[in-house]
């Protein structure tokens, strides 16, 4: 993006918000970064592309600290996140090392015409906007702007070196820091993925005593001992079956989140081993997403566990009907199988759109699953329940003999419904739920994650009720039984504690109505009938679009309700469309999907030919949005959604 191909000069709008985080408890303004270079990171806490594009950010930001400030505009979708001590904890959490601004209101994300979580502005050192993006897969691009910049404006004079802006907080040492997932060890101790100490903390049974930590503590993919193993926010856990562990050499699965890997860790010894994943995120549509011989990735297909790359793995429960793991791959909504014997992997569920659709496994939709826990009861049926982060949902997965799975949702309405209401299963909410357990007598008790709460799903009754309430983000729970009755341990993840909870004597909790939410972004007013969609994509400096396996573009349409759209939907290759809009529908959701390979420009041989021993690195973008719409009759005509531009 040369500076004679970059959008027209428009002046950054200012940062307007309730407040600040990691500035030492100072107002930043745009004056304030002139001379700088700036990108604003539009994120959410609850979004896993948010989060993945936190990662893709920090080498950038380490890189160019002289030179470069990120901006992070919290922008929230749940009312949790809308809670400024919630904000504080994510960004202690996911170590956001860069100011950050309090946007409830969605003030900022307005001004600079944001449409998706997450979405990134480029503004230059004068104040200027230079290019806007939406989704993930930018890396690249955003370091070859900064570079173009840096050296545009080092030579005019007008790029000022130096700190910013980040003050970084005092850290509170604790035993655990944001704890995920818990398993109860055959002796008694509990083993706790300690994911803000990139750790796994094993405690005594009181659940306070440390033990011992297997990790160094260090953010890394490192195997090996347990002072020189390293793991990236650690998630889920699994209990190995016991007539597999001597086959396998290792005693409980991890799901290492950040790292895109399952690693075994073998207790006796405290040694891990990665067992699935490459390291590198799984990126949908790509071409690298398996290496080796066995050629692309094959939904359908059986891989070698340690040759195909997995995406933000959240939890792991094994399947005796399957034969293997079920994985709850967060950062492409799906599930996958690991079968440890055989060392492979395959996709089991999901097509990799968000959202949240019921049936088989092939044609069903999640939005980041987050929690697997085995049934119980006389009906189990050797299912499994899921929480289903996004969706604010509980689902159930049912396994067949032939290897396959069917998806039914027994609490949940979507995408944008969430709330704190008990009663008949088909009405009851919740909000961002990450955990799930079963009972003893075939209920469910799901960690409610962003209302604080404990509920139970009773699916004889279809009733839902609440157990306890006043958790700090609870992330998981285990079921104690004993003489005197079942008590639930709860991972209290923003407390950095575990908690135990005493069922009530009737097990079946009382029924609250905290009220209902639906998410509140302002809907864009489009005209009926025809209605141009255009989704703008750049190449970045350097870089060409990458047409070497097929088209380097795909678009995908459809609408929330179906009938909202009488022509458009649908898959194509070119990223602008005309859709036809139905003037008998008055609003609803706009579901856009676009995609854009490009790869790196290979430089020319002395005979004037590209280099055939420079092999172009590629880059794919991606981004999902859901635009709510309303049908007006002054609406706009077109509707544009920049994946780079």
Request: hydrophobic share 40%.
């Amino acid at each position: 993006m040369t500076s004679s191909t970059r959008l027209p000069r428009v002046r950054a709008s200012e940062l307007v918000g309730r407040g600040w985080l990691n500035t030492g408890g100072r107002d930043v303004t745009l004056a304030d970064l002139r001379g700088k270079v700036v990108v604003l990171d539009f994120w959410t806490f609850c979004c896993i592309n948010c989060l993945h594009v936190l990662d893709e950010l920090r080498e950038l930001e380490e890189r160019h600290r002289d030179e470069l400030v990120i901006v992070g505009v919290h922008s929230p979708k749940f009312a949790h996140e809308a809670d400024p001590v919630a904000l504080a904890a994510a960004v202690e959490r996911y170590e956001v090392h860069h100011p950050v601004l309090d946007d409830p209101e969605l003030v900022t994300w307005g001004a600079y015409t944001a449409r998706a979580w997450p979405t990134l502005v480029v503004v230059d050192p004068e104040g200027y906007v230079v290019a806007q993006m939406a989704g993930e897969g930018h890396a690249s691009a955003i370091e070859a702007i900064v570079d173009e910049l840096v050296a545009e404006h080092d030579a005019k004079g007008t790029l000022h070196r130096g700190d910013g802006p980040y003050v970084p907080p005092a850290p509170a040492p604790s035993t655990l820091r944001f704890p995920a997932k818990a398993v109860a060890l055959p002796g008694g101790n509990l083993l706790v993925a300690d994911a803000g100490h990139h750790a796994l903390t094993e405690l005594a049974p009181d659940g306070e005593t440390l033990v011992r930590r297997i990790g160094s503590g260090e953010r890394g993919l490192v195997d090996g001992g347990p002072a020189d193993a390293a793991f990236s926010e650690p998630n889920g856990l699994c209990q190995v079956p016991d007539e597999l562990r001597p086959a396998l050499g290792y005693d409980v699965l991890v799901a290492d989140t950040v790292n895109h890997v399952l690693r075994g860790v073998d207790l006796t010894t405290g040694r891990v081993t990665t067992v699935a994943g490459t390291g590198e995120q799984f990126m949908v549509g790509g071409q690298e997403n398996v290496v080796g011989p066995t050629g692309p990735f094959d939904a359908a297909a059986t891989h070698p566990a340690k040759a195909v790359r997995l995406s933000s793995p959240w939890d792991v429960a094994w399947s005796p009907r399957l034969g293997a793991f079920v994985v709850a791959m967060a950062g492409h909504h799906t599930l996958w199988a690991f079968d440890p014997l055989e060392g492979a992997v395959r996709l089991l569920a999901g097509t990799m759109n968000e959202g949240l659709e019921d049936g088989p496994g092939d044609q069903a939709w999640f939005a980041q699953p987050s929690g697997l826990a085995a049934a119980t009861g006389p009906h189990a049926g050797d299912a499994l329940w899921l929480a289903d982060a996004e969706t604010s949902a509980l689902r159930r997965v049912a396994p067949a003999d032939d290897g396959s799975v069917t998806i039914t949702t027994a609490v949940g309405q979507g995408l944008f419904d969430f709330g704190h209401r008990d009663g008949p299963a088909g009405e009851a909410l919740l909000q961002h739920p990450l955990g799930v357990a079963a009972l003893p007598d075939g209920s469910v008790v799901v960690a409610d994650t962003y209302n604080g709460a404990l509920r139970r799903y009773d699916p004889a009754a279809g009733v839902v009720t609440t157990l306890a309430t006043g958790l700090a983000e609870p992330s998981d729970v285990l079921v104690e039984t004993a003489d005197d009755g079942v008590r639930l341990l709860v991972v209290e993840s923003a407390a950095h504690r575990l908690t135990r909870v005493a069922l009530p004597a009737d097990v079946a909790g009382e029924v609250l109505d905290g009220g209902a939410h639906r998410m509140a972004r302002p809907a864009t007013e489009v005209t009926a009938g025809e209605l141009r969609l255009e989704v703008p994509f750049a190449p970045a400096p350097g870089q060409k679009l990458d047409d070497r396996w097929g088209p380097s573009t795909e678009l995908r349409v459809s609408a929330t309700p179906p009938e909202l759209l009488l022509d458009g939907a649908g898959d194509g290759t070119d990223l602008d469309r005309v859709l036809v809009v139905n003037p008998d529908v008055a609003e609803g959701v706009l579901h856009v999907t676009a995609k854009a390979a490009s790869c790196d420009v290979v430089p020319l041989g002395p005979d004037g030919e590209p280099d055939p021993d420079v092999f172009p690195a590629c880059h794919l973008a991606q981004q999902d949005w859901g635009v709510p719409v309303r049908v007006t009759a002054d609406g706009d005509a077109t509707l544009v959604l920049p994946l780079r531009g």
